[in-house]
């Protein structure tokens, strides 16, 4: 059993950063792929990013390209996504998730319960 806390979320203007953090309570985490999904209200959950448990190879959706990073300190067990100049579409309830194998869909075993972020234009 893998649990997940993020953490990092607040209030930020356009333009501005912040980062997230997804810690995990298990050391068998850095044997896991790590994502990173968001939602705004009203719409569906959505892949932003992931990471491999070597943090070898990662994935993003193109529309955070360039402007978000996810990289993982398997020692600290915790995986972090870097967001610069956000938008005001960046913002959403931002989740992290882990599994064995990495996927851009929302097929991953394990969750966190989200942390908001909200940009502000």
């Known amino acids: 059993q893998v649990q997940l806390v993020e953490s990092g979320g607040g209030l930020v203007q356009a333009g501005g950063s912040l980062r997230l953090s997804c810690t995990a309570s298990?050391?068998?985490?850095?044997?896991?792929?790590v994502a990173w999904f968001r939602q705004a209200p009203g719409k569906e959950r959505e892949f932003v990013t992931f990471i491999n448990w070597s943090g070898g190879s990662t994935r993003y959706t193109d529309s955070v390209k360039g402007r978000f990073t996810i990289s993982r300190d398997n020692a600290k067990n915790t995986v972090y996504l870097q967001m610069n100049s956000l938008k005001p579409e960046d913002t959403a309830v931002y989740y992290c998730?882990?599994?064995?194998?990495?996927?851009?869909?929302?097929?991953?075993?394990?969750w966190g319960h989200g942390t908001q972020v909200t940009v502000s234009s």
């Open positions: 998730a882990a599994d064995l194998v990495a996927s851009t869909r929302p097929a991953y075993g394990f």
């Open positions: 298990a050391r068998t985490f850095r044997s896991y792929a």
